[in-house]
């Protein structure tokens, strides 16, 4: 190929690679196939390869690139990044808008209700409609720049489209929405910096923290504080692996262009710009439209597909905002209508502090029961030592609880009027309270997310975690392991790693309380079972900190065998499907521990397979290579675990939930919600004979 030819080539692919990511992350309406994608993108980077010179800053290519950073530049905000006031109830609400309208008598006032994004507040530069910076709202006067950071957030555009010209004029629009079909000829401006809200959707939140328990890390609280953890990571491909998405609702400063007058249109112009506003706006002209636009909201809030803890009320004229101003904090033309959360009040009996097996100490209310949003609750999480001290929440207190969206419950703050002198400061432990060892603090996913860790590997609590993670039957599946006999093995010292269960005698089981020698034949033999597990079954069951199920699964198809994953240098790890640099660290660092080198010693002299019967090396046909499965309701011959290993065995994955990206589900008796989602989204959906003849097709003459 000439030069000329692979420019304009070049040129082709990246227009057509933005477009399709514009249509899938932005419009949510998928343009191409998936393969039909990777085709292209992977013509990109061949190209990119052949004529490096081609490759520019905003090429599809360039979302995850760079080396980690030292620390986060600080950026000044050309103007500064203000705050909301917040109202809680109508009465508030309709005295903000008496409030404006002293500012502004004799003006008819137009007002713009939007959803309040509930995530961490971002500023983007675009220059020449190029993406030149995004940083944080820091301060409000001063933030990070992570660029690095927001360019890996697919439905940030890292050029914004030229927006198409168009003659209609409009009308303005009643209650709802503005059409983005109908967008105003919009010129590029020359500079606009847009602002707006990095978020975690529900679904992306929910399951990376499935993956994150799964590999023996810390679950987040809730969508905000993961993307605030996301964001502040120094590495941007730690960013990347996590499901994050951006809305814009304003702008900071513009030039070259003629700048819109109102919110409504500002909003039209950004989407034609390619880039992703609320989907529900509402345009009022009085306290009562207001009220129905927030009672609409409220009403459409569990369908939103991110949490949202209010609604924007904004005043759609932009001069008639400069004439009202700000405080030092925030607009005076703008005000947040927050919804009530489920909340219930009760009584903080007492802290107890949780260790859990990668030794995290987490403290747990202890409540009073309540009943909240139907059902009772007698415990919530209070996430962290520092919560506890910022919130200062203390044992005796009354306290506000609150469970909103997904999340699990948690205490919003202690009701300090109704102290009455009793209530004690709670010491968190300045040592393990399981085995008194020293205690570290780890950082590393954000100072929202600071977590405590014991140091002692030995830690019985860590022991005792580590084992019943070897049983569970996502792992090795012991049958009988469980944690009422895990607690005993632990506390007689009979076993104090996973080795040790395979040095149990049928005498020292069955002495254990409430094991009797059936029981204690049982269990020898399922622990006898368990040797033959394949040897995924045996790496995930290590707890090795991030290796989920996944991960273990590729690393078992990469390696013959454990001594070949022992051999593995971090180099030939990181180049492995779902292995980054991250994980391969980990999965490096652990292999070549000298004290977990004896332990796997000791599972090899007691006969456990240590080969994988998923070994395939790359030249082994994968017929379903990228494609993923859901699988619901009870097959009539094949449990799930076959059902599974028969679609790993071709390729595909498994996947827990259905989304847009789901190729089939296979369905059987009762299945769940999963059903109804997949034939709203127009999935194939098959039975299992369906599913047995796709699978003789896919695996082709034997
Ligand atoms: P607060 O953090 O409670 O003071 O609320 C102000 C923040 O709300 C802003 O800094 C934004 O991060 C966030 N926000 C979410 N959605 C919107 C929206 N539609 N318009 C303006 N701000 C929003
Ligand atoms: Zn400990």
Redesign the pocket.
């Known amino acids: 190929m000439t030069a000329t030819a692979a420019r304009t080539r070049h040129a082709e692919l990246v227009a057509q690679i933005r477009a399709h990511d514009h249509a899938y992350y932005v419009l949510a309406q998928p343009t191409v196939s998936d393969s039909e994608y990777d085709r292209l993108y992977r013509a990109l980077v061949d190209l990119e390869r052949q004529f490096p010179e081609l490759l520019t800053p905003d090429s599809p290519t360039q979302r995850v690139g760079g080396a980690p950073l030292d620390k986060f530049k600080p950026v000044r905000h050309s103007q500064p990044?203000?705050?909301?006031?917040?109202t809680y109830s109508p009465a508030e609400l309709i005295e903000f808008v008496q409030r404006v309208q002293r500012l502004l008598p004799n003006k008819t006032l137009e007002w713009t209700v939007?959803?309040?994004?509930?995530?961490?507040?971002?500023t983007l530069r675009y220059e020449q409609g190029l993406l030149t910076l995004g940083a944080t709202?820091g301060d409000?006067a001063t933030g990070d720049d992570v660029t690095a950071n927001l360019k890996t957030v697919r439905s940030v555009p890292l050029r914004l489209l030229v927006p198409p010209a168009s003659t209609h004029t409009r009308n303005a629009p009643q209650q709802e929405l503005f059409d983005p079909a109908r967008g105003p000829a919009v010129a590029l401006p020359t500079l606009i910096e847009v602002?707006?809200?990095v978020f975690m959707t529900k679904s992306g939140f929910a399951q990376l923290n499935a993956q994150r328990a799964a590999a023996s890390e810390e679950t987040f609280a809730n969508p905000r504080n993961a993307t605030a953890g996301a964001l502040k990571q120094l590495d941007p491909r730690v960013t990347a692996a996590r499901p994050l998405d951006l809305?814009v609702?304003?702008a900071g400063r513009s030039e070259g262009w003629s700048a819109p007058g109102r919110q409504s249109e500002l909003l039209e112009r950004l989407r034609a710009l390619g880039l992703k506003t609320?989907e529900h706006c509402w345009l009022c002209r009085s306290t009562d439209e207001l009220l129905a636009a927030i009672a609409d909201l409220d009403r459409r809030r569990a369908d939103l597909g991110y949490e949202?803890?209010?609604?924007?009320i904004?005043l759609n004229s932009f001069a008639l905002r400069q004439q009202c101003g700000a405080t030092a904090?925030?607009p005076r033309w703008?005000i947040?209508y927050?919804y009530a959360a489920a909340q219930a009040q009760t009584r903080l009996r007492r802290i107890t502090v949780q260790v859990g097996r990668t030794g995290a100490l987490t403290p747990v209310a202890e409540l009073e029961p309540v009943t909240l949003a139907g059902s009772t609750i007698s415990r919530a999480t209070l996430h962290n030592a520092d919560e506890i001290r910022r919130k200062d929440i203390r044992v005796g207190d009354h306290v506000l609880i609150e469970k909103a969206g997904e999340v699990i419950p948690a205490v919003v703050k202690a009701l300090t009027e109704k102290r009455t002198g009793q209530e004690q400061v709670f010491p968190f432990p300045k040592s393990c309270p399981e085995c008194g060892s020293r205690i570290s603090r780890d950082s590393t996913a954000g100072e929202a997310n600071v977590v405590w860790r014991c140091t002692n590997p030995d830690c019985p609590a860590q022991v005792r975690g580590r084992l019943e993670h070897w049983c569970a039957r996502s792992a090795m599946d012991l049958e009988g392991g469980g944690e009422a006999l895990i607690v005993q093995l632990v506390k007689t010292g009979l076993v104090r790693d996973v080795a040790d269960l395979y040095r149990l005698r049928l005498d020292e089981l069955a002495a254990l309380e409430r094991m009797g020698e059936k029981s204690a034949r049982n269990f020898l033999a399922s622990i006898e079972a368990s040797k033959t597990r394949d040897l995924w079954r045996l790496i995930f069951g290590l707890g090795i900190l991030h290796v989920g199920a996944g991960v273990a699964k590729s690393l078992a198809r990469h390696f013959a065998s454990l001594d070949d994953l022992l051999e593995a240098s971090h180099k030939t790890l990181s180049q492995i499907d779902d292995v980054g640099d991250v994980i391969a660290a980990s999965v490096h660092a652990w292999c070549n521990d000298p004290d977990h080198r004896r332990l796997l010693e000791r599972l090899r002299q007691a006969g456990l397979n240590l080969r994988s019967e998923l070994y395939a090396p790359a030249a082994t046909a994968r017929p379903w290579a990228g494609k993923t499965f859901v699988l619901t309701g009870t097959l009539p011959t094949l449990t799930r675990d076959q059902a599974t290993a028969q679609i790993e065995a071709l390729g595909a994955t498994v996947a827990s939930s259905v989304s847009k990206k789901t190729d089939y589900v296979v369905a059987g008796a009762e299945p769940g919600s999963k059903l109804d989602k997949a034939h709203k989204l127009g999935l194939r959906i098959l039975d299992e004979a369906e599913f047995l003849r796709l699978c003789r097709e896919a695996a082709g003459p034997r």
Not at 81 to 86: P, T
Not at 114 to 122: C, L, M, R, T
Not at 308 to 312: E, F, H, K, N, S
Request: net charge positive; glycine share 14%; aromatic share 2%.
């Open positions: 990044m203000l705050s909301l006031d917040n939007e959803p309040k994004v509930d995530g961490v507040a971002v709202r409000g602002r707006g809200e809305i609702y304003g609320p949202t803890d209010g609604a924007v904004k904090k925030a703008a947040a927050k």
